[in-house]
């Protein structure tokens, strides 16, 4: 009798403690929440350029587009179908290709213009980051007025 006695209070305490499990509320433990930052810059179409990148290269340089550039001035790259403007570290189409500028990118005149390889050079600094300059061609360039301040 005794024995059957602790036997019925085995099962009940094991079956109280099944029944507890069962129906405890669960608490999720607190999750870290990680967020995504997505950066994007202001000039996000200059890219550093290799010498291996097809873009485009002058075939018809423009004259007039000389006649009013001047150093000091602001232009846009305009007419490049979108490729871009090669600036490179000197005049000349040989020489290495320093950073592209993209079409409506806008930059500041700063020394130029020079004659090499058939075409008027000018020597370009980016109005966004002045780390990003170079001589372009001035066939993909059109003069702009520019607020200053």
Excluded: C
């Excluded at 000091?72 to 403007?85: A, K, R």
């Excluded at 213009?113 to 066939?139: C, F, H, M, Q």
């Amino acid at each position: 009798m005794i024995g059957s006695a602790i036997g019925i209070a085995l099962i009940l305490s094991l079956l109280t403690i099944l029944l507890l499990w069962v129906t405890r509320s669960y608490q999720t433990p607190p999750t870290q929440t990680t967020a995504i930052l997505n950066i994007i810059p202001l000039n996000i179409a200059t890219q550093t350029a290799s010498p291996a990148q097809p873009l485009v290269t002058p075939t018809n340089p423009s004259q007039d587009s000389d006649k009013t550039i001047a150093v000091g001035d602001h232009i846009q790259i305009s007419g490049t179908g979108g490729d871009g403007l090669r600036l490179r570290i000197n005049p000349g189409l040989n020489n290495q290709i320093m950073f592209i500028g993209t079409e409506g990118e806008i930059f500041m005149v700063n020394d130029g213009p020079r004659e090499a390889d058939g075409y008027n050079w000018w020597y370009l600094i980016s109005i966004d980051d002045e780390t990003v300059k170079g001589w372009g061609v001035s066939e993909y360039m059109e003069e702009i007025e520019f607020p200053e301040g």
